[in-house]
T-cell receptor
Framework: GNSVTQMEGPVTLSEEAFLTINCTYT??????LFWYVQYPGEGLQLLLK?????DKGSNKGFEATYRKETTSFHLEKGSVQVSDSAVYFC??????????????FGKGTKLSVIP | DVKVTQSSRYLVKRTGEKVFLECVQD?????MFWYRQDPGLGLRLIYF???????EKGDIPEGYSVSREKKERFSLILESASTNQTSMYLC????????????FGQGTRLTVV
């Protein structure tokens, strides 16, 4: 079956530090890959996505590149802000048609950014 | 603005009660999902539905049932609530098309006492 593994948290960074959150996946076929963010007290919202190998998703200064050879989709940001404090989820969507495009999520990584 | 709305943000119920969690989406999406979110476990799929009156079990369906009588509404039912069902419940919807994002509700934090 499909699975997503992301680095354990929590992660605490100072403002303007560089952020990397690692994500690797196992899937049959050719999944789409996503990063979702959950701010305190809210549901999840899409941060960025990539639908095929070598695609780069980007949004709000965050980036992630779909690496088929290493089955990875690591999230990066060059300079984090306090407002980036949230829980980040890596996810994949099974596009094989067998699963009605279900999302499989990693366990989430909590990021705290301190001034 | 597209929306997935869950009927309650917070609920407190007693052990053995029948509990209904309601979710409504206004995007005409075919697929709807119920997840529960627990610390250290991430999001786990309870049930999903790909059409009206259709449902499929997810990874942890035990103790839950669902109802989808209309396309825009997907209800999660706890037949007899237990303390181990205390959790955050998240509803989501997507279209049939591949590569599209899921839209989530704001979550319902259920406490069973």
């Amino acid at each position: 079956g499909n699975s997503v593994t992301q680095m354990e948290g929590p992660v605490t960074l100072s403002e303007e530090a560089f952020l990397t959150i690692n994500c690797t996946y196992t899937a049959t076929g050719y999944p789409s890959l996503f990063w979702y963010v959950q701010y305190p007290g809210e549901g999840l919202q899409l941060l960025l996505k990539a639908t095929k190998a070598d695609d780069k998703g980007s949004n709000k200064g965050f980036e992630a590149t779909y690496r088929k050879e290493t089955t990875s989709f690591h999230l990066e940001k060059g300079s984090v802000q306090v407002s980036d404090s949230a829980v980040y989820f890596c996810a994949l969507s099974d596009n094989s048609g067998a699963g009605s495009y279900q999302l499989t999520f990693g366990k989430g990584t909590k990021l705290s950014v301190i001034p | 603005d597209v929306k997935v709305t869950q009927s309650s943000r917070y609920l407190v119920k007693r052990t053995g009660e029948k509990v209904f969690l309601e979710c409504v989406q206004d995007m005409d999406h075919e697929n709807m999902f119920w997840y529960r979110q627990d610390p250290g476990l991430g999001l786990r799929l309870i049930y999903f539905s790909y059409d009206v009156k259709m449902k499929e079990k997810g990874d942890i369906p035990e103790g839950y049932s669902v109802s989808r009588e209309k396309k825009e509404r997907f209800s999660l039912i706890l037949e007899s609530a237990s303390t181990n069902q205390t959790s955050m419940y998240l509803c989501a919807s997507t279209t049939y098309a591949a590569n599209t994002e899921a839209f989530f509700g704001q979550g319902t934090r259920l406490t069973v006492v």
